[in-house]
């Protein structure tokens, strides 16, 4: 019982003592109101040469205007002149006029009735505006104007496109950057506690010890400082004994106070309420001492000897779960804060915000030992009976219709009813949707922001999940299952396609609060909006299952950045992951080795090996590696490609048997799984064969491309490395019989040929009998090796290719020889002449290819232009006309800039192109054309025979000279030329 009750509105004048209490604690770092009091006082007392406005937002019973009143008795003490009146006497007794003093403090309250008066006042409101821009530019004015509203009235009256943008939209924004906005935010778990600590000792009210038992209170209601006050009054002040379980008893049957304090949907089926429990008092407070698994700590002590190190938004979270209040008589205010710090936090709530921090201060403090409660028995009694109606929305009149159709829904769900499971699939998807929501706006998402596409298929969620600089985008889908037909289960399942290994599924189990729940998100199309506290509080431990989900959106997203980058990166030097990897590939095959083996062997062995097989074709895809000057130049390749996780590395070796990364791995088993069994042997035999076609087109479908469009470096990425794991061998395949079958029909096309490959480094006689032995050798190892089938069949392929020239090609080979051993001198003479002529190509071509390295880099020649101009407008327009051609990535560019003096150089001559172009706006149109024509010019120079043979100048004369006598010397021994000739 309590001598009286306490007024609900900062009218009482008795509240200032229950404020004064409340801040004669030692923690007022921890007092929100306190610190937006200081903030605004701060306002006032500062010396100011025009008028401040501040609009203070804070949602009904926040303590907006008990703040006010705090405001006008500090403001007064230091000399201000101090009004307080309402909007509507504004707009509607003074037409919308009003001024100010020097050294006044104005406040306006209820600002969010100018949505209601515009119908009839649209000019005044325009006038009240209109007075509040000629203030804010009065000169030698020292005043303040508070505009007291609600959040969503604020954003009604003046966010963009509210009443404020659409009565004035010339002035919008400059108007709005002379207004201040500070948001009262609801109070923290200490200051919950000292206000009700300070509101019972005020009413002198006998049940001031309970205080412990509403620990949970805090989280089940929405906690404004109006609500606090009706604790006191409707539940506090009203019991009859002092016990937990009479304030249980109280807090489930009076439905009348439940609802002063949230919404509450009432359900007629008694089953949703569970019997009280006999311990009740256990649950209510959060421990008492049956077991050992949680420490009682003074709140002083774990802030000085442990908190004060900790980042103050991570202690106020932390502290918002762990303080409590344990009263007894004699103690100060601050000697009677406790927390309690689980040995395991995650038990203790499953959302806790860094569960290594209470570890870390499980082992650093002393403490009371106590049994602290497992979240799941809070959620089995309290959750279930106590909890708020999970959505909001603006109009009183909308919740109120959900309300009734949620109660009809209900009374089906209750008995199981079929109708009703569909609704509450949709509300589960409304979950998932909301949880990734969540984890975006925590930061969990990293570089990825994720939002649901328009609904699909009724079974799941479509995520368009974006880079966050850009780079790409890709489709993440989640899958709902369930059974409607079986009404005794009722457990659902979030499957999602990127985690295709056993277990990585997550079950939700559904009871009957948790599907009132569900069925409540049901209802989110209607309008409404989750209530974000509730939310995380309800679905605590479904939120923390889905971790899952979202870390594994956050690998698919890493994994696609590293292909992203990797292969961008090998269009610039214009090498393919491919031909990089069958370095490996055609040592695996060649020696039919396993385990660890060093790069350098690997680079030398199958160096010698494609010398051998090459043939005179530009571009043999079946038989190729990339042109790589070292061994050490191969390590840096692969070595890059180890950080990037495709593939491992183990210092300057690899392992033979398991030299994919973890990121290609998994890649690899999430398309291969989505293939089917069947599909997979199919395309693993064309693949090994080098008769498959159509990879990628199979790759865009797995990866949901046709939901979201991939860019074509991660499908060319993906195909690459789907490519390289089954030519190792990675699924097992028997191709003998049609590799036994190509290797006769080659047989018989082999004769005693010899011929001259020439390449930049050296010159090569080949005898195809010699490479078919190498092919028969390479055939013994095939029986169990799927690397050494595949390697047979593109040496088979060479070798055919090369058996099957003309003849007549020995004759020609033998007369162009000639013509240039007979010609030798004119040869130099010319060659003198073309590298004098070769400088100028080459510096053009120098030149072009910076500029067109420069011009397709968008961005950064936005920028430029941007800088020059600063006409955003305008910018936009040129930022299109270039948005075409991209060759290097943002960072690759800006390294080449700023490491390279002549592209440093260049870089400024193309910002004086961009001057020019900034400087004739209305030739816009044209630089499309412009850019077009130096494209052509490039091509036109590249396509030159000086150019062509830009490669040739590479060697010097003397390298050139002695290659060529080199070919003579072999042509003579050889018996292509006579001797005398």
């Given at each position: 019982m309590c001598e009286r009750f306490i007024s609900e509105t900062g009218a009482w004048s008795d509240l200032t003592e229950v404020y004064k209490c409340v801040l004669s604690t030692k923690f007022t770092d921890s007092i929100t109101f306190y610190e937006k009091e200081r903030e605004l006082l701060d306002f006032i007392a500062r010396k100011k040469s025009s008028p401040m406005f501040v609009v203070l937002i804070g949602d009904w019973g926040m303590g907006k205007t008990f703040l006010s009143k705090v405001i006008k008795d500090e403001a007064e003490?230091?000399?201000?002149?101090?009004?307080?009146?309402?909007?509507?006497?504004?707009?509607?007794?003074?037409?919308?006029?009003?001024?100010?003093?020097?050294?006044?403090?104005?406040?306006?309250?209820?600002?969010?009735?100018?949505?209601?008066?515009?119908?009839?006042?649209?000019?005044?409101?325009?006038?009240?505006?209109?007075?509040m821009k000629k203030i804010s530019e009065l000169k030698d004015v020292d005043s303040v104007i508070f505009l007291l509203a609600t959040p969503s009235g604020y954003t009604k009256v003046f966010s963009y496109g509210g009443l404020l943008h659409s009565l004035l939209p010339e002035t919008y924004t400059a108007f709005k950057d002379r207004i201040r906005e500070r948001v009262l935010t609801e109070p923290t778990?200490?200051?919950?506690?000292?206000?009700?600590?300070?509101?019972?000792?005020?009413?002198?009210?006998?049940?001031?010890?309970?205080?412990?038992?509403?620990?949970?209170?805090?989280?089940?209601?929405?906690?404004?400082?109006?609500?606090?006050?009706?604790?006191?009054?409707?539940?506090?002040?009203?019991?009859?004994?002092?016990?937990?379980?009479?304030?249980?008893?109280?807090?489930?049957?009076?439905?009348?106070?439940?609802?002063?304090?949230?919404?509450?949907?009432?359900?007629s089926d008694a089953t949703l309420f569970k019997t009280e429990p006999e311990d009740i008092g256990r649950i209510m407070r959060g421990y008492d001492y049956s077991c050992i698994n949680a420490k009682l700590v003074k709140f002083e002590e774990w802030r000085n000897k442990f908190a004060n190190k900790l980042d103050p938004n991570v202690r106020r979270e932390i502290e918002d779960v762990i303080t409590t209040m344990k009263v007894r008589e004699g103690l100060s205010v601050d000697d009677n804060l406790y927390v309690i710090i689980p040995k395991e936090p995650r038990e203790y709530y499953p959302l806790f915000p860094d569960e290594n921090v209470l570890k870390e201060a499980y082992k650093a403090l002393k403490g009371e030992e106590i049994c602290a409660v497992k979240w799941e028995e809070v959620e089995r009694y309290l959750n279930v009976q106590l909890r708020d109606f999970l959505l909001e929305g603006d109009k009183y009149e909308e919740v109120q219709k959900v309300i009734e159709e949620y109660k009809e829904e209900t009374e089906k769900l209750l008995k199981q009813t079929n109708a009703v499971y569909p609704k509450v699939v949709e509300g589960l998807k409304n979950f998932v949707k909301e949880v990734v929501s969540i984890?975006?706006?925590?930061?969990?998402?990293?570089?990825?922001?994720?939002?649901?596409?328009?609904?699909?298929?009724?079974?799941?969620?479509?995520?368009?999940?974006?880079?966050?600089?850009?780079?790409?985008?890709?489709a993440y889908k989640v899958k709902i299952t369930d059974d409607p037909m079986?009404?005794?289960?009722?457990?659902?399942?979030?499957?999602?396609?990127?985690?295709?290994?056993?277990?990585?599924?997550?079950?939700?189990?559904?009871?009957?609060?948790?599907?009132?729940?569900?069925?409540?998100?049901?209802?989110?199309?209607?309008?409404?909006?989750?209530?974000?506290?509730?939310f995380r509080l309800v679905f605590a431990n479904e939120i923390a299952k889905l971790d899952l989900l979202i870390n594994d959106i956050n690998e698919v997203n890493k994994i696609y950045e590293n292909i992203y980058h990797t292969f961008s990166s090998m269009e610039q030097v214009e090498y393919r992951f491919q031909s990089i990897m069958n370095y490996v590939l055609y040592y695996k095959g060649l020696t039919g080795k396993s385990g660890k083996v060093s790069v350098q062997e690997v680079y030398e062995t199958v160096r010698d090996l494609t010398d051998q097989f090459r043939t005179y074709e530009k571009k043999n895809v079946r038989f190729t590696v990339q042109d790589i000057e070292t061994?050490?130049?191969?390590?840096?390749?692969?070595?890059?490609?180890?950080?990037?996780?495709?593939?491992?590395?183990?210092?300057?070796?690899?392992?033979?048997?398991?030299?994919?990364?973890?990121?290609?791995?998994k890649v690899v088993d999430k398309v291969l799984k989505r293939l089917g069994k069947e599909d997979v042997e199919k395309i693993a035999v064309e693949i090994v064969e080098g008769t498959h076609k159509g990879l990628e087109k199979k790759v865009k479908n797995i990866l949901n491309a046709d939901l979201v469009q991939l860019d074509e470096r991660i499908v060319e990425g993906v195909s690459d490395l789907i490519r390289v794991a089954l030519r190792s061998g990675y699924v097992k395949v028997n191709t003998l019989k049609d590799l036994d079958k190509k290797l006769e029909e080659v047989k018989g096309k082999v004769q005693e040929v010899k011929l001259i490959t020439i390449k930049e480094r050296d010159v090569k006689v080949v005898d195809l009998k010699e490479l078919l032995r190498i092919a028969l050798e390479v055939r013994k190892r095939a029986q169990d090796n799927v690397a050494s089938q595949a390697l047979l069949f593109d040496m088979l392929e060479a070798i055919s290719t090369l058996s099957q020239m003309r003849m007549s090609i020995k004759g020609e080979t033998v007369k162009v020889v000639e013509q240039e051993l007979t010609t030798i001198r004119e040869i130099r003479e010319k060659l003198v002449k073309f590298v004098k002529e070769a400088k100028a190509i080459q510096h053009t071509e120098d030149t072009l290819q910076r500029l067109k390295r420069l011009v397709q880099d968008e961005q950064k020649l936005t920028d430029c232009v941007h800088e020059i101009r600063k006409d955003r407008k305008n910018v936009e327009k040129l930022y299109k006309a270039l948005n075409k051609s991209r060759l290097f990535t943002y960072a690759e560019f800006i390294d080449e800039v700023y490491k390279n003096d002549e592209v440093y150089s260049t870089m400024k001559d193309v910002g004086e192109e961009c001057r020019e172009i900034a400087e004739s706006i209305d030739t816009l149109k044209s630089v499309k054309v412009r850019l077009e024509k130096i494209k052509d010019m490039l091509n036109t120079m590249l396509n030159t025979p000086y150019v062509k043979g830009l490669e040739d100048i590479k060697k010097d004369i003397s390298g050139i000279r002695a290659n060529i006598n080199e070919i003579y010397e072999r042509a003579k021994k050889e018996g292509f030329v006579n001797g005398d000739n």
């Open positions: 003490k230091i000399g201000c002149e101090v009004r307080n009146v309402k909007i509507d006497e504004i707009v509607v007794g003074n037409l919308g006029s009003f001024t100010v003093k020097d050294r006044e403090v104005m406040i306006i309250d209820e600002v969010e009735n100018l949505e209601n008066l515009q119908y009839k006042y649209k000019e005044e409101i325009i006038n009240f505006f209109t007075h778990k200490v200051e919950y506690f000292l206000m009700l600590y300070c509101m019972l000792k005020n009413v002198k009210s006998e049940s001031i010890s309970l205080i412990e038992y509403l620990n949970f209170l805090y989280y089940l209601i929405p906690v404004t400082r109006r609500n606090i006050t009706k604790i006191v009054n409707n539940f506090m002040c009203q019991l009859h004994e002092n016990s937990p379980e009479a304030l249980y008893k109280l807090l489930v049957t009076r439905r009348e106070a439940i609802t002063d304090l949230y919404r509450t949907v009432e359900v984890a975006q706006k925590d930061g969990k998402l990293n570089n990825v922001s994720c939002s649901p596409l328009p609904e699909g298929k009724s079974s799941e969620i479509v995520f368009e999940c974006k880079h966050k600089d850009g780079f790409y985008s890709f079986n009404t005794t289960q009722s457990d659902f399942t979030v499957l999602y396609t990127a985690s295709d290994k056993e277990g990585g599924n997550v079950t939700i189990k559904l009871t009957h609060p948790l599907q009132r729940y569900f069925l409540q998100l049901s209802y989110l199309s209607k309008g409404l909006r989750v209530r974000d506290p509730a061994g050490t130049r191969l390590l840096e390749f692969l070595s890059d490609l180890d950080k990037k996780k495709l593939i491992k590395l183990d210092g300057t070796d690899l392992d033979l048997d398991d030299f994919l990364g973890d990121y290609a791995k």
